[in-house]
């Protein structure tokens, strides 16, 4: 197992620069890596936002998003690692070498599985929203995969098919050979690597896939932050998230060299990449959930708006109300004073009378 890769990006102005997978070593027996490093950053990050969004949008406190957090990230690593480990059985002959997190393996949609249900139980523990959480952990999330692809890069891992006039690319159990060339964007974007499973003694230019996936959930995190404000219903940003992830993920798999396959030998072919599958589930589950959710939150846009008019409208006539006796309380007043006024004296009157009448006598 090599410690240290070359790598190069030509086409971005990049030159040959040697990577060390470990960051720091602690004596001789520990040693720091820069995939954990990435990876621990993606996640505090992916706290610091939903903590953000909870306190920004949802009404809902740090200390409760810290619970939360802790365990979601438990359960999604341990579901990361599960799912790697039964689409590789054979590779694990032993409990302990599946335990061996170390040594490598962790399947994101584990990781998203585990985590959406570390959010659901710790939710109903705490009698909160998890709908609102999933919406305040979703963009989290796609930042935090954006920052952890960099672990695999200095690991010198999650690269693609080999870039030259051609490349090859899958999409589920078809192949094709599209051009990658000078002046195509593929050949811009190419990566330099050595070692690689191509060569061992020389650099080769593959497809940089965890930079595609990087930019992808970039430019998917800004756009969902733009609709974050103008949500229609709890739940919304999270399914746009699954939608977004997974139309992404589906294609980008397609270049991969490392894919976990299901139905191995299908047609001849390597077998059906799980990921572009999970992705695909994503996309068209994510999407029509979002568009029934969306179209029954504009149906019943205008039931609330007659509400609104109607309690708008029972406003303004107590307000009216209050005019009114602002404007003749003063002559209720007064006329009150008349009253008691001409009763006093009518009293008085009587008292009067009796009194002569009784010295008449």
């Known amino acids: 197992m090599y410690d240290r890769i070359v790598v190069e990006f030509p086409g971005l102005g990049i030159a040959q620069s040697e990577l060390s997978k470990i960051a ?9 890596r820069w995939y954990g490093i990435f990876i621990t950053l993606g996640i505090l990050l992916a706290v610091a936002y939903a903590s953000w969004r909870g306190k920004r949008n949802e009404g809902i ?3 409760d998003v810290l619970d939360v957090a802790l365990v979601t990230v438990l359960l999604g690593v341990l579901g990361a ?65 954006a920052v952890g692809r960099w672990g695999n890069f200095f690991n010198g891992e999650a690269y693609g098919y080999r870039i030259a006039e051609k490349t090859t690319y899958y999409f589920f159990l078809k192949e094709y050979t599209p051009a990658s060339g000078e002046g195509t964007l593929f050949h811009f974007l190419r ?18 896939t965890f930079l595609y996936e990087c930019v992808w959930n970039l430019i998917g995190f800004g756009l969902i932050n733009i609709f974050y404000r103008k949500k229609k219903f709890d739940g919304q940003i999270a399914l746009m998230y699954f939608a977004w992830y997974g139309f992404g993920r589906m294609f980008i798999e397609g270049f991969r060299t490392d894919s976990l396959y299901i139905l191995k030998g299908v047609g001849g072919s390597a077998g059906l990449r799980i990921s572009q599958l999970v992705g695909l589930i994503c996309f068209v589950g ?34 009216n109300l209050e005019d009114v006796a602002a ?31 009784g010295n008449e006598d």
């Open 24 to 32: 720091f070593a602690i004596g001789d027996a520990i040693e720091v």
């Open 61 to 63: 406190i740090f200390d």
């Open 81 to 145: 690692r599960l799912y790697y480990v039964l689409t590789e059985l054979d590779s694990f002959p032993t409990l302990g070498s599946a335990l061996a997190i170390w040594n490598g393996g962790l399947g994101i949609y584990g990781g998203i599985i585990g985590g959406c249900l570390g959010i659901v139980i710790a939710c109903l523990v705490k009698k909160i929203s998890w709908r609102k959480l999933f919406d305040m952990a979703a963009p989290g999330v796609m930042l935090a995969q």
């Open 191 to 208: 990566m330099g690597l050595w070692p690689s499973e191509y060569s061992m003694t020389r650099l080769v230019y593959v497809h940089p």
């Open 286 to 319: 994510g999407t029509t959930l979002l568009t029934i959710f969306l179209l029954r939150a504009k149906n019943a846009e205008p039931l609330f708006d007659a509400c609104t008019e109607e309690l708008e409208e029972e406003l303004e006539d107590a307000e």
């Open 327 to 357: 404007i003749y309380g003063d002559e209720t007043e007064e006329t009150e004073e008349i009253e008691e006024t001409e009763a006093v004296e009518e009293a008085t009157e009587e008292e009067t009378e009796n009194i002569e009448n």
